[in-house]
């Protein structure tokens, strides 16, 4: 059955075919709260949320953009209410794995593990809306179109962010890159 089969038999009552979505779609959007949250537990929490809510804002769903983009929308958005939620009791910034970034350096002796955690202290200092770019293009692989859609902001915001969050990216890690004689 397809997609749109599947959304229509959900509206029209069919709890599995909405089972069928949430298989489709679940460790997609796990995988997205795990890379902004970076607990396990608490992505599996938001995850199971995020269809909850999708559930019962199904009604709601137009067609006009693809159900996934539309699912992911739900994800971040729900993702920044929890971390506003949780901000208002402590303040800490908001984290997001990467574990896709590639880091070419001359000396084949560094750690993956070490050029990772690198990596991720450098995203940690950019601005929320750079991290976020960056993590759905480069981690999820994200189209330019879907972010478009996602974080409703134009093709071209989405390029020009996204340039802007690689090029803040490269000068954190141009110390290191320049001690270790690599290159980005």
């Not at 590639?102 to 000396?107: D, G, K, N, R, Y």
């Amino acid at each position: 059955m397809n997609e749109e089969k599947l959304i229509q038999a959900c509206l029209d009552g069919n709890n599995e075919a909405f089972e069928v979505l949430v298989k489709k779609y679940y460790r997609k959007v796990f995988q997205l709260a795990l890379s902004l949250t970076r607990n396990p537990a608490e992505a599996d929490d938001l995850a199971q949320e995020v269809f909850i809510k999708a559930y019962t804002a199904l009604p709601s769903f137009r067609g006009k953009s693809s159900f996934s983009t539309w699912l992911y929308q739900i994800t971040l958005n729900h993702i920044r209410d929890h971390h506003r939620k949780q901000a208002r009791t402590r303040t800490e910034s908001w984290p997001i794995r990467n574990h896709h970034l590639p880091v070419e350096t001359s000396q084949p002796t560094e750690k993956p593990q070490e050029v990772q955690q690198l990596i991720q202290r450098a995203l940690q200092k950019l601005p929320d809306k750079f991290r976020l770019i960056i993590t759905l293009r480069d981690v999820h692989g994200f189209s330019y179109e879907e972010i478009s859609n996602i974080l409703n902001i134009s093709p071209g915001t989405v390029d020009s962010r996204l340039h802007r969050a690689r090029k803040k990216l490269r000068q954190e890690l141009l110390p290191f890159l320049k001690e270790k004689g690599g290159q980005l």
